[in-house]
């Protein structure tokens, strides 16, 4: 049941204030999308999408700093950071990729 539990999650973003029901809160994420997050992440797309002037000038490694300090402050950093530590778990073998069939 344990690697049951650490194999499947639910993450609910929503972009206003909200009280879900969490039938299983260790496997159901709520999440907050703030419009100070949108704007972090809007800033951070600009960077992206103009990666090719900064990769001109040489100042796209400083410029890839500030996209992934932005995305950690938000629930996108707190996500994908519970996706690295899911795939870990996975290679390591301490949660299996396959249901079981107990």
Wanted: charged share 30%.
């Amino acid at each position: 049941h344990d690697r049951l539990t650490a194999r499947y999650s639910i993450w609910m973003v929503r972009a206003k204030p909200f009280t879900p029901e969490l039938s299983k809160p260790d496997q159901m994420k709520a999440r907050l999308a703030t419009v100070q997050d949108e704007a972090r992440l809007r800033a951070a797309s600009h960077l992206i999408k103009n990666r090719s002037d900064y990769e001109l000038n040489e100042s796209w490694p400083e410029a890839c700093k500030i996209v992934l300090e932005v995305i950690g402050q938000t629930y996108l950093g707190e996500l994908l950071k519970h996706a690295r530590d899911r795939l870990n778990a996975i290679r390591t073998g301490q949660v299996t990729d396959e249901p079981s069939n107990t």
